[in-house]
């Protein structure tokens, strides 16, 4: 392969970089007595080393203590989510008391649009994009129905453009002029899951808001990937996962955030518990519900401490890294990985068709690939060679290189993989 994407460059490039040696807080899965090349960071975040240790310190505070761990564990468990409140701040850009880490994503999306999907006769439909993730469409279109609207009629999906992999923002403003007054709410993935295409969240909040739509960003690809502000940019609502990007643990503890505006106010439609209740009366066990003035009114229950326990872990790793030199490796190993590409491309004559944008603004860490005419086999053969990687019918990978633990080698050793693979197909 050519200087660029030749291995010294590529150790070359991990040597260089002081943020490289967070690679060593993970485990990395191993295949044949090497790391794996691991690429679906966006679907699983690696193990962080730390994760055992503060699990343990759990079981071993609940073996000692039994229910006195509430209140004398090392980590109290009863405001245990409040270890969280800064670190979810910084990372979505928010108040602290805009953020609660809690329960999961799906359920979430269906607690927040108790609050904010409040459809009416003439102001009922909801703005999402066209082949959202799956769940999130599942969740959107039983909404609807619970609601007494048809999905058919509730649901507007913006989709990309004949021949066309990703959405135009023109498109989403042009619906919005069209239809705004119809609209109680636009839900959308920050991050496409698929393409991996990064929307505008500051512009089509505001111009989605102007129109009086509430605005909601599912965040699971988001989250840990990208800088986000949602303060800044008067986001109504948002929710996430902690197991992509976040590397908590499969099916971890997710988290929301919703606008301080929300707060404190005793009309909002709520479905609510004891856990979203006053603190400080909680447990004189009242019959009135008393809101904690904070996104924390939203809890329903008692906190799941031993996932809590992996999300810790996996926080103080970003609590101790600058977002802006983390997000700006994520950029550089992204894009080593699309001159890998391209480069096997060339070397082998097949067309390889990125489809994630190349633009800055619009991409994370996520490069979604075409192969086309390739089949599924391609992935199984990479598979085999220890290339963990993420195949979506009919012809798409999506690779993921994640800044606190893939390296430029990976990079590297995957194009090598890519390139025998093909010349052998
Ligand atoms: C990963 C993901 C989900 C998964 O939802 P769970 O409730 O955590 O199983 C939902 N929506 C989007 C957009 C995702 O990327």
Known sequence: ?????????????????????????????????????????????????????????????????????????RRPWMPYHENFTKSLARLVGSKPEE???????????????????????????????AKAFPSDQY?????????????????????PREGE??????????????????????MIGGVNYYTGQVFDMNSLTKFARAKGITVGWDLAHGIGNIELKLHEWDVDFAAWCSYKYLNSGPGSIAGIYIHERHHGQRDIPRFEGWWGHDKGSRFAM????????????????????????????????????DLAELRARGRKLSNYLREVLLEVAELTGR?????????????????????????????????AAGVIADWREPHVIRM??????????????FGETLLNVLKEA
């Open 351 to 383: 067309e390889i068709e990125i489809i994630t944008p190349a633009n800055e603004a619009q991409s994370g860490c996520q490069v979604s690939v075409l192969f086309p005419g390739l089949g599924k086999d391609l992935f199984d053969k990479l598979l």
């Open 99 to 129: 953020v609660v880490a809690i329960g999961t994503l799906t359920n979430n999306l269906h607690l927040l649009m108790v609050s904010f999907y409040r459809p009416t006769e003439s102001r009922f439909k909801i703005l999402c994009e």
């Open 286 to 321: 009242p019959d009135q519900f008393e809101p904690i003035p904070t996104a924390e009114a939203w809890q329903l229950s008692n906190v799941p401490v031993l996932a809590m326990a992996a999300h810790r872990a996996s926080l103080d790793l970003f609590d101790h890294v």
């Open 1 to 73: 392969m050519s200087s660029l994407t030749s291995r010294d460059f590529a150790l070359q490039s991990d040597a260089n970089d002081s943020l490289s040696s967070l690679r060593q807080k993970f485990h990395i899965p191993q295949h044949n007595g090497a790391d794996v090349m691991y690429f679906t960071g966006n679907s699983l975040g690696l193990q962080p080393v730390d994760a055992k240790k503060y699990i343990d310190e759990e079981l071993e505070d609940w073996k000692n203590l039994g229910v006195e761990g509430h209140v004398h564990a």
């Open 139 to 159: 969740a959107l279109a039983s909404q609807a129905r619970f609601h007494g609207f048809d999905p058919k009629e509730a649901i507007i999906e913006v989709s």
């Open 165 to 186: 992999h990703t959405i135009r923002e023109e498109d989403i403003h042009e619906i919005i002029e069209r239809e705004g007054d119809s609209i109680a709410m636009m």
């Open 400 to 413: 993921a290189p994640v800044p606190m633990y893939s390296s430029f080698e990976d990079i590297y050793r």
